[in-house]
């Protein structure tokens, strides 16, 4: 096992806080050049937020695309048990939400105290994620009541 130099070791971390800026702000071009180059496409950061959730996270599209076609984890886990999806539903991205769920993401997944993605879009009332949810899992007799619970509220 080779063992880097502190001067090594703060140029790679250079290099992962680039990758995580450029996951953040859909420089999908540059990020794809260090994943080519032998950057790991599920690196974390130091909370566990992989590059695919900062792309999803960030509303960057293109990035979190060309992440899940290099084979990037769609449902791994930041630290605190949240997947990507999770955290699209609640901040209200439907293009981002369908192309997670399009690459396999769990819409049932728990996400802490049994919170799921679909729960998460209901909560904060993204209505159209949660439409889209709706049809793209198994449809519960509770999921369809609280989806017209959320219809309800909303016409109000």
């Known amino acids: 096992m080779t063992t880097l130099s502190i001067e090594e070791e703060k140029r790679f971390e250079q290099l992962c ?7 953040r702000n859909n420089d999908h071009k540059n ?22 959730m900062l792309a999803a ?3 960057s599209y293109e990035s979190a695309k060309m992440l899940l076609e290099k084979g990037a984890k769609v ?3 930041n630290d605190r048990g949240q ?27 728990n996400n802490g105290l049994g919170m799921t993605p679909y729960t998460f879009a209901l909560m904060f009332g993204r209505k159209e994620i949660s ?23 909303k016409r109000k």
């Not at 806080?17 to 996951?23: C, E």
């Not at 990020?31 to 695919?52: F, P, R, S």
């Open 17 to 23: 806080n680039m990758a995580f800026n450029f996951a």
């Open 31 to 52: 990020l794809k050049i260090m994943i080519e180059a032998g950057l790991n496409v599920n690196l974390k950061t130091h909370k566990g937020d992989t590059l695919l």
């Open 57 to 59: 996270y960030n509303n």
């Open 75 to 77: 449902d791994e886990k």
């Open 83 to 109: 997947t990507p999806l999770a955290g699209v539903c609640f901040k209200g991205y439907l293009p981002m939400c369908k192309l997670l769920v399009e690459h396999g993401a769990n819409i049932d997944e």
């Open 131 to 153: 439409a889209f949810l709706l049809k793209n899992s198994k449809k519960s007799f509770l999921k369809k009541i609280s989806f017209a619970v959320l219809n309800f509220i």
